[in-house]
């Protein structure tokens, strides 16, 4: 589920009071269809660093940019998860050590869903909020919290992105606008220059901030609008890759406007930068998902000898079901049966039998005369869906030069799809990255949305 809610402000300044914590959780019990709360409390720990004791942190962040991802965690929460209410706030500027500096709130119908919400969030927070920690020492020197890293892309698809980001330069008067338009300033060409200056930003932008990564710029366009007593600029950037464009996008527009600053304040001393802002962006996982909650029963078979027997513990099987979990979905059947054709079929057909919507097979899928769960799956198929199993196979061969021996089989038996995986953990892993969420879009399909919407 998406909100249709404004974005809030996520930051506060200074320590979050005990006060302000239980008024929070006051003004939750009128929502009586709420059966669970869950929260988490960061607090600022008085951490022994090189000998001297941490005091205080002194929190600063790039707001915008910030607010920005606050707003998308928390969006992909209430979309994953059936809550009813979600709150977060962080602090900024100095929070003595032994006082809060986060909090997480959720609630919802049942207390399973909170708990879930409540681990996904902390963590995306951690791993993806640009917010950064100066921890300071009694004796009043400090050094930067080294909490901060780059985001592992590693495990994403590639798609085509797009991002398209606005900004505003406001002049003091018509006569700015005039001589732009007439290439009399002093300086040169305003749009043509800043527009030079943009290009140059779009393609340097993991230069200029630390977490982005360095990526393919395969197109930028940077339009301009000049009104009576304002510049829009507007800056679109393309890419096929595994990480989205907005920063860049933001990025340039940022320079654009910057430029045209420089330019315009010899002969404009009311010249401002008014605003910078992504208009919109489009590709990448919120885009190919599912963006309702299907209520799919789901099974996982283990197809081992060895785990069978008690010789060997299940991992694939436990990852699989860890990932389609973080994914919003309920696993209904977990069975470990041994690699036989017959066992695996009689497996299935209960299955099938018990509608169940999404069949995953782990093992057995490579070469030896052991593995034989392809060709118990393939003849109960009535419907191969051939390109899921290239692009698992094409995900995990730029991972590993390996991964071509897989013989993954992906097909409906009925309405039940049927998925077979490596039996390796990495193998399993790597193959409900290659292409969940997005082929959940298939039981879309099957409940009758229109193709393409």
């Known amino acids: 589920m998406t909100t249709d809610k404004p974005k809030k402000s996520t930051f506060i300044q200074g320590a979050i009071a005990a006060e302000f914590i239980g008024n929070s959780i006051a003004k939750h019990q009128s929502k009586t269809s709420i059966g669970a709360h869950n ?113 592992d892309i ?18 003091g008067s018509a006569e700015t606008i005039k001589a732009i338009l007439d290439r009399k300033v002093p300086k040169g060409d305003v749009l043509e220059v800043s527009r030079t200056a943009g290009l140059f930003a779009v393609k340097n932008t993991s230069n200029a901030i630390p977490d982005c990564h360095p990526i393919p710029i395969e197109f930028t366009g940077i339009e301009f609008e000049c009104l009576a007593d304002s510049i829009k600029i507007e800056v679109t950037v393309k890419t096929i890759y595994k ?22 304040k010899p002969i404009d001393k009311n010249v ?7 208009l ?11 963006k309702s909650n299907l209520n799919l029963n789901v099974a996982v078979l283990v197809c081992s000898d060895s785990v069978s027997s008690g ?86 061969q730029e991972r590993t030069p390996f991964a071509m021996l897989s013989r993954s089989v992906v097909g409906f038996k009925g309405d039940t799809l049927l998925m077979a995986l490596p039996g390796s953990a990495n193998g399993a892993a790597e193959s409900i990255d290659a292409v969940f969420p997005s082929v959940l879009h298939l039981f879309q399909l099957l409940n009758g949305l229109d193709h393409g919407k």
């Open 39 to 151: 929260i988490f409390l960061g607090q600022v720990r008085a951490d022994e660093i090189d000998g001297k004791s941490v005091v205080a942190i002194d929190y600063s962040a790039y707001e915008e940019m910030a607010e920005q991802v606050f707003y998308e965690i928390r969006e992909a929460a209430f979309e994953k998860y059936d809550l009813t209410c979600l709150h977060i706030y962080h602090s900024l500027g100095l929070v003595k050590s032994g006082e809060i500096c986060l909090f997480v709130f959720v609630s919802a119908p049942r207390r399973k869903v909170v708990f879930e919400a409540l681990e996904f969030l902390v963590e995306e927070i951690k791993e993806k909020v640009p917010v950064f920690g100066k921890e300071i020492f009694e004796d009043e020197t400090y050094t930067w919290k080294k909490t901060h890293k780059m985001v």
């Open 154 to 171: 590693t495990h994403k698809i590639t798609t085509l992105r797009t991002a398209i980001a606005q900004a505003i330069v406001k002049v």
């Open 243 to 264: 990480t989205g464009v907005e920063v860049e996008a933001m990025h340039g527009a940022s320079i654009v406007a910057l430029t045209m600053y420089d330019m315009l």
């Open 272 to 278: 401002e930068i008014a605003t910078v802002k992504l």
């Open 280 to 290: 919109r962006k489009k590709g990448g996982k919120s885009d190919y998902g599912t």
């Open 311 to 396: 010789k060997k513990e299940d991992l694939a099987g436990k990852i699989i079901i860890q990932k389609l979990e973080k994914l919003g979905l309920a696993i209904t059947n977990y069975f470990v049966i041994p690699d036989e054709i017959e066992v695996i079929q009689n497996n299935i057909k209960q299955l099938h039998n018990a509608k169940t919507d999404l069949i995953i097979l782990t093992g057995g899928t490579g070469l030896s005369n052991k593995d034989v769960t392809p060709e118990a799956i393939i003849a109960l198929i009535d419907r191969r869906i051939p390109g899921i199993e290239e692009a698992i196979r094409s995900y995990g």
